[in-house]
Every structure is written in C-alpha cells, then in structure tokens.
C-alpha cells in the first residue's frame, strides 16, 4: 500500500503558477499509489495568489480517473454575488470505500490572530489487509490554543472509532442508515499539523489511551529510529519560510506498525511550499 500525502498550497508552486497537473505528476514519480491525502484544496477562490477561482477539487479528480475522490470542506462560504466557495482537504484512493465522515474540528474563538473552520476527513476504506480508516486534516497555524483543542478532538475521534468497533451488543438494524459498517481501529493519521516533531503536541498524538485503544505512532519514528524527519516546509520557497522545518507527519496505529515499510519525503519538487511524504506499508 503507498500512501502520499500532500499540503499542496491550492496547486501554487514556488514559481507562483498554479497547476494541478503538475502536482498529480510529483505524486506519480514518487511511486504508483493507492491513496492520496491532498491539503488546502480550493474551489473558485479567486483572490488565492495566482488563482483564477478554477474549481480544484474537479481539476484533479479529472487527471486522476480509476480513483474515487472524497472531499472534506472546511471553509464553504458564498461570496456577493451568490457565488460558492469552497477549500479544504480532499483524499483519493483506488480501494473500495465504506464510508466518509467529515468531522468539523473545534474552532474556539481567538481575536489576536486569523484563523479558519478546519476539517478532519475521514474515511473507512477495504484494504488489502483489511479495513482501514484513513484521515487527513489540516491544524490551525496561527492558534496554539486552537491547534491544542483540535488534536484533543482527533484524539477523541479514534478513540470513538475504537468503541464502534468494540461494541458488539448495541441493537441492531438492517437496511437503510442505520445499517451498521465497519469503523475499525486500525488507522493512518496525515496531516500538516502546524507543529514540529518535538512540540508537546506531537508527544499527545501518540500518548498511549487508558482504555484499550491502539496509540497512535509516528511512521517515520518507526522506520528512521531517532533520524531526525526529513523537512517538509521552507525547503524550496524560503520567502514564505526562511527556515525549512518538517511540520507534515503520518502516524499509524500500533497493531498496524510492523506493515510500516519505508516512510520518504520528496526533497526535489517545488510544486508547493510543502514537500509530499510517501508511507509504504506491506500487505
């Protein structure tokens, strides 16, 4: 299974061009996946820098046939002439899909700083090695107070994943909504979580549950011991970032660490001011 994920900055590389096919080309060097995890995704924002307000979400499920595409709108505004629009997260995958939640995360109010809703995509996919939830999402940059609150919120989240997937007594009913589907424990967390590896936010991701819940690990921990990550910001556009950091991570969970294979990041493309990181796990 190879799995990429990507903050693609509305497809504007370092060049300040936008280009979704270049952004899906980067991915196809990287190696033939079967998930992408894509981050700041937008529809018809037109004030975005080299932006002429295309429908992004469209552009690249167009270049990407044979995969389905979900989308996790965060942001979904209309503008004064009545006009949608929309930016968030979008995943594409080649597995069969059970089931998509998006999950809005919290949001408190912080007047000193500007911020936006953020999403947490997830979605419930088959495998090879059997069901798997995948989510991508994007923290708040410029809020600690919102970023601490919106990994509280994903913790939670799997931890509620992990009490559907224990509970085998609850009443049952077939057919309709409230058919029940597998949410499995087994889970990949991606994002560009707007913290550094050694931010005390990081440690809560993977702080283990009191309750029986698989913890969460860092993948690259897993493959590269104490290497430090490999930098995925600041390393081409160092306008925007005078110092390059790795602020992108994937974390599994800990039934499914032994699949983890290798974990890389793409150092040579400027497609973004973000760098993609590739996971591979066996089957």
């Known amino acids: 299974m190879n799995l990429i994920t990507w903050n693609i900055q509305s497809c504007r590389g370092c060049d300040g061009r936008v280009d979704p096919r270049r952004i899906v080309d980067a ?3 990287m190696a033939d996946f079967d998930v ?7 529809r018809n924002f037109s004030d975005l ?33 009545g006009g949608r629009r929309q930016f968030g997260n979008l995943i594409f995958t080649r597995y069969p899909v059970v089931q998509v939640f998006a999950h809005l995360l919290p949001w408190p109010a912080d007047p000193a700083v500007p911020t936006m809703q953020r999403v947490a995509l997830e979605a419930v996919l088959a495998a090879p090695f059997g069901p798997l939830r995948v989510t991508t999402t994007h923290l708040e940059y410029y809020s600690e107070m919102q970023r601490r609150q919106q990994v509280n919120r994903l913790r939670e989240l799997h931890a509620e994943a992990t009490e559907h997937r224990n509970d085998r007594t609850h009443a049952k009913k077939e057919g309709g909504p409230f058919q029940t589907r597998p949410r499995p424990a087994s889970a990949i967390l991606t994002a560009d979580f707007n913290f550094r590896a050694h931010d005390a936010l990081h440690a809560r991701i993977v702080a283990p549950y ?74």
């Not at 992408?36 to 937008?42: G, P, R």
């Not at 307000?53 to 389905?68: I, K, R, V």
């Not at 490999?230 to 110092?243: A, C, K, L, M």
């Open 27 to 29: 991915c196809r060097s």
């Open 36 to 42: 992408l995890c894509f981050q700041e995704v937008a």
């Open 49 to 81: 820098r080299g932006s002429s307000g295309e429908d992004q979400f469209g552009l690249l499920a167009g270049l990407l046939p044979g995969y389905t595409a979900l989308e996790g709108i965060a942001v979904d505004v209309f503008d004064a002439d």
């Open 210 to 283: 009191s309750d029986g819940t698989p913890a969460y690990r860092d993948a690259w921990q897993l493959r590269h011991g104490e290497r430090p990550h490999d930098h995925t910001i600041g390393v081409h556009d160092h306008e925007q970032w005078p110092e390059a950091f790795a602020c992108d991570f994937i974390f599994v969970t800990e039934d499914i660490a032994g699949r983890v294979e290798d974990v890389s990041v793409n150092l040579d493309t400027d497609a973004s001011d973000h760098q993609p990181v590739l996971l591979r796990l066996r089957d």
